[in-house]
């Protein structure tokens, strides 16, 4: 495994840094894109009965923002809940963007790793074939152990940027689509509560 790693060259350090911090931001995402993080079960039947018994008061909310993404969009239709109903949804949808942003900014940087790594791997390639034409123009063509350096470096870098890329790639698109999925149930449960606050009012 080390020589694989050392005939990469410089290049190859770059991209098992890149590695590295793609399967931590993998991991880290697995774990705070949790549903129950996200979205839990219980948290808008407890609200909607709140509003219910309007046993509403800013500490409960406040608490409530704290909880979840769904609590905090769930505590901004609340402390809209004296105004229009177009309002509230106004105020919730820009809540909602900001929530998006937020579960997605990670994943930028997985992009990026997935966008980079092959690069990396490119340039590893060219640098190694230029060293197998510098070897070829001063030992010409006849000593293959000079020349399998620079072919080493090339394949290696070429093959590690693309073992880099395309798991970043695929994890990237998973939580894209699991963030999108959790922001649709989201909306849901709010917009049951934004209902049950219009039904409280007449």
Avoid: C
Avoid at 30 to 46: A, G, H, N, T, V
Avoid at 58 to 87: M, N, W, Y
Avoid at 144 to 171: E, H, K, R, W
């Amino acid at each position: 495994m080390f020589e694989i790693v050392s005939s990469g060259g410089v290049v190859m350090i770059f991209l098992l840094i890149l590695m590295a911090l793609a399967m931590m931001i993998v991991g880290e995402r697995f774990w705070s894109l949790r549903d129950k993080e996200i979205i839990p079960q219980e948290l808008p039947d407890q609200v909607i009965e709140w509003s219910k018994k309007k046993h509403l008061d800013d500490k409960h909310i406040d608490q409530l923002g704290e909880t979840s993404p769904l609590g905090f969009l769930l505590a901004v239709a609340l402390r809209k809940r004296h105004d229009e109903r177009d309002e509230i949804i106004e105020a919730v949808e820009d809540a909602g963007r900001h929530v998006s942003h937020q579960l997605e900014k990670p994943l930028n940087w997985l992009n990026a790793i997935g966008e980079v790594s092959p690069l990396l791997g490119l340039l590893g390639t060219v640098i190694g074939m230029m060293k197998v034409f510098a070897n070829i123009m001063e030992f010409g063509v006849g000593n293959a152990n000079q020349l399998a350096g620079g072919i080493s470096q090339a394949l290696t870098t070429t093959a590690a940027g693309l073992i880099v890329a395309i798991p970043a790639v695929l994890f990237y698109r998973h939580f894209k689509n699991k963030i999108a999925d959790q922001t649709i149930v989201m909306e849901q449960q709010v917009m049951q509560l934004i209902d049950a606050i219009s039904k409280s009012r007449s």
